[in-house]
């Protein structure tokens, strides 16, 4: 129903309808006056007044009397009595009275007098843009066009999110924590108090992550280890196995060249056996 509310709103504030009736000065000044769906309701009324005529008007001292029936259909006849000093209008049809919208009967009259703009006298103030505006809203609640659109994406995302996360317990307790902790932290700031404590973690924007801060604990740093030894302290350049191991492949290459001189030897040696 809410939901509903913020729609019709925004849809009051968006702007001037297209005008579709030939009575378009009229047709203006009540997209103008009324809520947008009391203007809708209302727009018919203009165009049936087209299709009527006033057979008659009847000047008395109090009134002026017309008689207004519809176009070929003189059989079917009302009367519309205009106090041209209050500017009143009393329709026999009683529409006015029911619905407080004039009639497609007292449009014909406004039309007959060219009357462009719609009598105070057949406007209820509910029915118009401005009577929201003239409440006190304790809540501090911002007509705007921005805000009330904003209110009504966020009212649907937030049904689209009760769905899913009332399904699991831990997903209900994880979602209800943080939707309190934003509002907590919302209303304190918006009344400049410090913002309260609970288990909750709160911040001005939790969904934004600031670079180059840590998490607030001590860390640990990684200790540096040797790919020879597998110890720690020094790396691969720094150890002293390493040195070991290089002396070593020296001496055995030296060995080898060595070797490489004796090889031939017994080779020969064997030869000669054979």
Not at 163 to 181: C, F, N, Q, S
Request: charged share 25%; glycine share 4%.
């Amino acid at each position: 129903m809410r939901f509903k509310e913020f729609n019709a709103d925004y849809e009051s504030t968006r702007g001037v309808p297209v005008m579709q009736t030939c009575i378009e000065l009229l047709e203006r000044y009540a997209a103008k006056l009324y809520t947008h769906e009391i203007f809708l309701f209302f727009r018919p009324f203009l165009s049936r007044a087209g299709s009527m005529r006033v057979l008659n008007i009847d000047n008395t001292d109090d009134c002026i009397k017309y008689i207004v029936c519809k176009h070929g259909r003189p059989d079917f006849m009302w009367t519309v009595d205009f106090c041209q000093e209050e500017m009143i209008f009393i329709c026999t049809c009683l529409r006015m009275e029911s619905f407080e919208i004039p009639c497609k009967h007292i449009v014909k009259v406004l039309v007959d007098r060219d009357i462009c703009e719609i009598s105070r006298s057949l406007v209820l103030d509910r029915w118009t843009k401005k009577i929201k505006s003239a409440l006190n809203d304790p809540s501090g609640f911002t007509r705007d066009a921005v805000v009330i659109s904003r209110q009504s994406a966020l009212v649907e995302f937030s049904k689209q999110l009760a769905v899913v996360a009332t399904k699991v317990p831990e997903r209900y307790e994880e979602t209800h924590d943080l939707i309190m902790g934003l509002y907590s932290s919302y209303k304190a700031a918006d009344e400049g108090t410090n913002q309260p404590q609970s288990g909750v973690a709160k911040s001005s924007n939790p969904y934004v992550h600031q670079s180059g801060v840590g998490s607030g604990q001590p860390s640990r740093k990684k200790r540096q280890h040797c790919s020879v030894c597998q110890m720690e302290g020094h790396k691969k350049t720094t150890c002293p196995w390493q040195k070991d191991i290089d002396n070593n492949v020296i001496e055995d290459e030296a060995n080898g060249s060595d070797d490489g001189d004796v090889y031939p030897e017994l080779t020969a040696e064997l030869d000669s056996d054979n």
